[in-house]
């Protein structure tokens, strides 16, 4: 089984500030790593995905996020934020095998101040 | 392209009435996904089709029950609704590839 804790629930930053949205996970097994985002009264968007290889992934709108296996994390980050980024942000991760049910963490919701 | 559709956008029940959820996906996708999503907790999971013909209990299945009608479509069913079901419900979908999901724009239910 997996488990997903994301160690901020609420971000508040200021506009053009850089940000980082935290993410812990514990599997027994070998995972795929996602970031979505969900602005207000929407579905969700994937922003970004780890499966293999380099362990720095680009997304979209200027996120990335870096996979560290010896720290089970896997950190969001933007290095400049605008308005349109308030949102809520949700960490999710899925065995490589089987069903690939996503298992995803508590949301951070980030919160941009002019 | 639609991507992930998902009806009524907005519902309210009474205690003890029934509904039914209904989404539908045009990515030929194989896996489909009922969530359920509640301030403070996240998605959970509440049943998933690896394919069409299969369906399977997530985390949290009790209260509801699910169709796999064929492969685009994947309904949820409360049979007797509780104000424990208030929620947001999101449909989602995967060609079990990569693992990456695709999900609808959601269902808002209020259970009075």
């Known amino acids: 089984a997996q488990s997903v804790t994301q160690l901020d629930s609420q971000v508040p930053v200021f506009e053009e500030a850089p940000v980082e949205l935290r993410c812990n996970y514990s599997?027994?097994?070998?995972?795929?790593l996602f970031w979505y985002v969900q602005y207000p009264n929407q579905g969700l968007q994937l922003l970004l995905k780890?499966?293999?290889?380099?362990?720095l992934v680009k997304g979209i709108n200027g996120f990335e996020a870096e996979f560290n296996k010896s720290q089970t994390s896997f950190h969001l980050r933007k290095p400049s934020v605008h308005i349109s980024d308030t949102a809520e942000y949700f960490c999710a991760v899925s065995s490589i095998q089987g069903a690939q049910k996503l298992v995803f963490g508590q949301g951070t919701r980030l919160t941009i101040n002019p | 392209n639609a991507g992930v559709t998902q009806t009524p956008k907005f519902q309210v029940l009474k205690t003890g009435q029934s509904m039914t959820l209904q989404c539908a996906q045009d990515?030929?996708?194989?896996?489909m996904y009922w969530y359920r999503q509640d301030p403070g907790m996240g998605l959970r999971l509440i049943y998933y089709?690896?394919?069409?013909?299969?369906?399977d209990k997530g985390e949290v299945p009790n209260g509801y029950n699910v169709s796999r009608l064929n492969k685009r479509e994947f309904s949820l069913r409360l049979e007797s609704a509780a104000p424990s079901q208030t929620s947001v419900y999101f449909c989602a979908s995967s060609a079990q590839s990569e693992g990456e999901q695709f999900f609808g724009p959601g269902t808002r239910l209020t259970v009075l």
């Open positions: 089709s690896a394919s069409e013909g299969t369906t």
């Open positions: 780890y499966l293999s290889g380099s362990t």
């Open positions: 990515m030929n996708h194989n896996s």
């Open positions: 599997s027994s097994v070998s995972v795929y």
